[in-house]
């Protein structure tokens, strides 16, 4: 499955996929919210708004919570393809018909829920016949908003007095911020010794909650907290909470301190200008270091100062629907050194990609890394990783980032984001010595980069078919596996079939139809070409339908997939219709009126539900009612049993039925996912092998072969097999 997009803003979204049955709810949340609590309901500084969705009809026992993007599940604990990063997802339980979640300090933006079904029972069943169970779901939010926040200037003292209610502020964090600190100044209670104050920074993100929590109880007059890489370019929220009890006042001064980072903007100019000993591959766009490279940072002669990143413009180029290139302007690798992280941000915030996969793939030349040195790789949302020479754990102030490397023996990396947030993302790397700092002094590694947004990885491969789906709004990407293939890209062949296995389903289904070749002859026989036509049209597209439905690579199409089903499907009931109509043995008019009847009413109904099973059996129970009208009629009017011999009861109506009884039985009740190449080709031969039986014999009057002769030109001695009436006089 079980899963690119773009939001709708206020109310909610459901969203149904392939694989098991997802419901992706979209929740827009308005910072900053508040925390349940009977002490904050009085608060006129808060403000209360619900959102609702109308009732969705869905069967589910758990459901998922997620900020950012939807869920990525797995409920039938199947294998991710190899270099896949999955985020887990916040689970709950439904063990009520009713279940609320309560989340204090939520993130702004998207918040989505996935619900799915239990694993099916791979029964096929016909549409019609069985009745479905399915639960009311309905989804509700309820927001608490604020709606007096103060504005944390940076360097600026704010002023605070606590008493029972809360104090929310906010900062705002510029581009290029490396470090931020938050501290409290001149915090006095007049119940208590110290400072009394919890400070709550950032916002929840189930199920990982990055906030930071600043506890100040110490006898000391101030405290402060470090955020290294916190978010750029967006607001960070601040919650202060008195801990001195009920009616204790604390006062205190609130100071950000906002560390800039200075970024060297790459570009293919400055990298000439920068480094005249290095050549140029104008063939590629790649630049080639010599030994004579110079540090960027310290040559650069631009201000004072040095620089603490290589920002590197990163062009986004959109090719499709959840389809995004990025790459490099100018064609320019990336240059990766010692001094300084080199930084590529990538634009996934428009709301239209966290439905895709983000693929990341960085290649280095083996001759330009040597055996101590190490390009470390981390990528982050929402700010970059700026301290490789402090830790590699690829944490920022509220992320948790993805870790790569490249080396001598590992000189390929890989990274697979399944439905990545909506945000800017960004690729830092920075050469690494661990056992001789002094070699990555003077040395730079050139890394190839591969970033790219698809809907599906390597499009579900050859036995799965990439759907994007939309439901009120939102579009996303997912993955339909054939052939005993499953997973998120259709990579697990736990349950897979064989080549074999294949080739010998194909075989099943289309040549059981050979069977049809009974009737046919038989028809051409007793001088039936209407029903010889019928039975021939049901076997070449039900032969070719089948040959087309496969999946894997025993596939064949003569014509569009849905042309084949439609024709395979009006051939199957056509093919009924014709044959009981044929029993009934009605006079040539009426029987070929209602022969062309039956057909398009066959045809109006197949397009209006191809698969509705009283579609068919409406249009052959008539036609069965009308038979049987006429045996009764004969019988009343013939004063004995239609039709009279009992041979012909014995020998083929009852053998025809019984084979059309069984039928009917193993293609409403029997057929499975796991079954259906065997029932399926009986199906076929059972069908065709009560038509053979059923059909009336030829006229008494009749030759055999009659209808072949009257092709061809002769003459013939006319009969007149009338009754000739005498008068007796």
């Known amino acids: 499955m079980g899963l690119a997009g773009t939001g709708t803003g206020g109310a909610a979204v459901a969203v149904a996929v392939a694989g098991p049955l997802l419901l992706l709810l979209q929740l827009l949340s308005r910072p900053p919210p508040a925390s349940a609590g009977d002490s904050r309901k009085s608060d006129s500084r808060l403000v209360s708004e619900q959102f609702s969705q109308s009732p969705q009809k869905l069967s589910f026992y758990s459901w998922y919570f997620r900020y950012g993007a939807p869920p990525v599940i797995n409920p039938l604990g199947t294998s991710f393809p190899a270099n896949t990063s999955v985020q887990s997802s916040f689970l709950v339980k439904m063990l009520q018909s009713n279940t609320s979640v309560n989340v204090s300090h939520p993130a702004p933006g998207d918040w989505f829920v996935a619900a799915h079904l239990p694993p099916s029972t791979q029964k096929i069943e016909v549409k019609g016949f069985v009745p479905t169970c399915a639960y009311i779901f309905q989804p509700d939010m309820l927001v608490m908003r604020v709606v007096e926040v103060s504005i944390l200037e940076p360097d600026v003292p704010l002023p605070q007095t606590l008493l029972s209610h809360p104090s929310y ?101 400055h990298l000439l200008q920068s480094s005249p000993n290095q050549s140029c591959n104008a063939s590629t766009g790649l630049l080639l270091p010599s030994l004579g490279y110079q540090d960027l940072g310290r040559s650069s002669g631009e201000g004072g100062g040095s620089f603490c990143l290589m920002s590197y413009q990163v062009m986004r180029e959109d090719m499709d629907v959840v389809s995004v290139h990025f790459r490099p302007l100018d064609r320019v690798s990336v ?63 509220f992320f948790q980032g993805y870790f790569l490397f490249l080396s001598t023996s590992s000189r390929k990396a890989n990274l697979i984001i399944p439905y990545p947030e909506s945000d800017n993302w960004f690729l830092s790397l920075q050469l690494v010595c661990p056992q001789s700092p002094e070699e990555c002094e003077k040395a730079s590694v050139l890394v190839e980069t591969t970033l790219s947004l698809v809907p599906c990885l390597n499009d579900c491969g050859p036995y799965g078919q990439c759907l994007l789906l939309r439901r009120h709004g939102y579009l996303y990407a997912g993955c339909s596996c054939k052939a005993g293939w499953r997973g998120w890209s259709c990579t697990d062949n736990s349950t897979a079939q064989t080549l074999a296995q294949q080739r010998v389903a194909t075989l099943l289904l289309t040549l059981s139809n050979l069977m049809f070749l009974a009737p046919i002859i038989l028809s051409v026989y007793r001088c039936l070409l209407v029903e010889a036509s019928v039975y021939a049209y049901t076997m070449f597209f039900s032969t070719f339908y089948h040959a087309c439905d496969q999946p894997g690579e025993a596939v064949l199409c003569i014509l569009n997939y849905d042309t084949l089903q439609y024709c395979d499907f009006l051939g199957s009931g056509v093919s009924i219709w014709v044959t009981i109509l044929c029993m009934a043995r ?141 008068t007796v006089t």
């Open 335 to 397: 240059l990766v050194q010692s001094d300084m992280p080199s930084v590529m941000q990538l634009h996934l915030n428009t709301g239209m990609d966290s439905g895709g996969t983000l693929i990341i793939s960085l290649w280095a030349n083996k001759s330009v890394i040597s055996n101590n040195t190490l390009v470390m790789v981390c990528v982050n949302a929402a700010s970059p990783f700026l301290s490789f020479n402090a830790s590699l754990n690829c944490t920022t102030a």
């Open 586 to 726: 009605l006079k040539a008019a009426l029987k070929y009126v209602l022969l062309l009847l039956g057909t398009l009413v066959f045809a109006m109904s197949l397009q209006l539900d191809r698969r509705g099973a009283w579609n068919m059996m409406g249009p052959c129970l008539f036609a069965f009612m009308v038979m049987v009208t006429m045996w009764i009629y004969r019988c009343g009017h013939r004063h004995h049993c239609y039709p009279p011999s009992w041979q012909r009861w014995v020998f083929y109506l009852l053998p025809g039925m019984s084979m059309a009884a069984v039928a009917i039985a193993i293609y409403t009740s029997m057929m499975t996912s796991d079954n259906y190449y065997y029932t399926h080709s009986i199906w076929h031969m059972l069908l065709a092998g009560s038509a053979a039986f059923l059909l009336p014999p030829r006229d008494k009057h009749a030759e055999p072969w009659a209808c072949s002769q009257k092709l061809t030109c002769h003459y013939e001695i006319c009969k007149n097999h009338r009754e000739e009436l005498y």
């Open 169 to 269: 502020l906010k900062v705002f964090i510029p581009e290029y911020t490396q470090e931020l600190r938050l501290e409290l100044q001149g915090c006095e209670s007049n119940r208590s010794l110290g400072c009394p104050v919890r400070l709550t920074v950032g916002s929840a993100t189930l199920p990982s909650n990055f906030q930071k929590v600043l506890t100040c109880t110490g006898p000391t007059r101030a405290c402060h907290l470090l955020l290294p890489s916190p978010p750029w370019d967006r607001w960070l929220q601040v919650t202060a909470k008195s801990l001195a009890g009920p009616h204790v006042s604390v006062a205190f001064s609130a100071v950000a301190a906002l560390t800039a980072c200075r970024p060297w903007i790459v570009n293919l100019q």
